[in-house]
């Protein structure tokens, strides 16, 4: 009888699992956020809103919320806040105004790239130093901050909190540096918003007058190309019709109006 011959059978060792790194991870969110604030269709609102829930995966924080700084009032309006533990963004009716009246919180981040919790506990609670920072991390049971202001042409507009409610956290180097380029980012947005706003603008005058808002000749030019363009019968004839009113001549109207204003109305 033929022996039987069996074989070990030997599995290939498991391959290595590749674990990100934070700096790998940070990486790729400022690459894909890059990406996704200059798509035409990206607005303010959007923006904001991309940007914190971008930064609390990539710090696996908390919360993340952007605050507007108001100059004359010496406010902070939060315009938006994301939950991480939840995945989701906190209704406008929410949102807080923190007053700052007294307070040097802003001129601490006008020298910073990054402003944390530590530099608050580290000073004695005399005087209004950080006060309404205070209050406001004891109302909300926050354990650690990772602030990063936003300047937007050498101003404060506004800035960017991470906020740790589960527990104290160091935050390390490369942390506080991710931190300060989602402050950069947001100050991005703003000026991604400003130029869209200018541009806006700058259509809009191209076929209306600066000073009546009334459409111009580059205006009735644009509408007769579209209505020429047009899908029509074979057959129809386009007119245009163009009618002058010369209110210099005081021309007499139907009603007996003859001043100028009453005319042009």
């Given at each position: 009888?033929p022996s039987?011959?069996?074989?070990?059978?030997t599995?290939a060792?498991p391959?290595?699992v590749l674990v990100?790194s934070?700096?790998?991870?940070?990486t790729?969110?400022?690459v894909?956020?890059?990406?996704?604030?200059?798509?035409p269709?990206c607005?303010?609102?959007?923006?904001?809103?991309?940007?914190?829930?971008?930064s609390?995966?990539?710090l696996r924080?908390d919360?993340v919320s952007?605050?507007?700084?108001?100059?004359?009032?010496?406010?902070?309006?939060?315009i938006?806040?994301?939950?991480g533990?939840?995945?989701?963004?906190?209704?406008v009716?929410?949102?807080e105004?923190?007053?700052?009246?007294?307070?040097?919180?802003?001129?601490?981040?006008a020298?910073?790239?990054?402003?944390?919790?530590?530099?608050i506990?580290?000073?004695?609670?005399a005087?209004n130093?950080?006060?309404?920072l205070r209050?406001?991390l004891?109302?909300?049971?926050i354990?650690?901050?990772?602030?990063?202001?936003?300047?937007?042409g050498g101003?404060?507009?506004?800035?960017?909190?991470?906020e740790?409610i589960q527990?104290?956290?160091?935050?390390?180097?490369?942390?506080?540096?991710?931190?300060?380029?989602?402050?950069?980012?947001v100050?991005?947005?703003?000026?991604?918003?400003?130029r869209?706003?200018a541009e806006a603008?700058?259509?809009?005058?191209?076929?209306?007058?600066?000073?009546?808002?009334?459409?111009n000749?580059?205006?009735?030019?644009?509408?007769?190309?579209q209505?020429?363009?047009?899908q029509?019968p074979?057959d129809?004839?386009?007119?245009?019709?163009n009618?002058r009113?010369?209110?210099?001549?005081?021309?007499?109207?139907s009603?007996g109006?003859?001043s100028e204003d009453?005319?042009?109305?």
């Open positions: 009888m039987l011959r069996t074989s070990a059978v599995s060792p391959s290595p990100e934070a700096s790998e991870r940070f790729k969110t400022l894909a956020l890059t990406r996704a604030l200059w798509r269709d607005t303010f609102e959007t923006a904001i809103g991309a940007i914190c829930e971008a609390a995966n990539a924080i919360r952007v605050w507007r700084y108001d100059v004359p009032g010496q406010r902070l309006h939060c938006h806040s994301y939950d533990a939840s995945g989701g963004h906190r209704p009716a929410l949102l105004v923190l007053s700052l009246e007294g307070d040097d919180y802003i001129a601490a981040l020298d910073v790239r990054t402003f944390e919790t530590s530099e506990q580290d000073e004695p609670a005087a130093s950080h006060q309404a209050d406001y004891q109302r909300h049971r354990h650690a901050v990772l602030d990063a202001p936003a300047f937007v101003e404060l507009h506004g800035v960017i909190c991470h740790s527990g104290a956290r160091i935050w390390s180097r490369e942390e506080t540096t991710f931190a300060a380029s989602m402050g950069d980012y100050a991005m947005a703003y000026e991604i918003a400003r869209h706003v603008e700058i259509d809009y005058l191209r076929v209306h007058d600066a000073a009546t808002g009334l459409p000749r580059d205006y009735m030019i644009e509408l007769i190309r209505r020429l363009l047009a029509s074979h129809a004839v386009p007119a245009v019709v009618l009113v010369d209110a210099a001549q005081s021309v007499a109207m009603l109006t003859t009453e005319v042009m109305a």
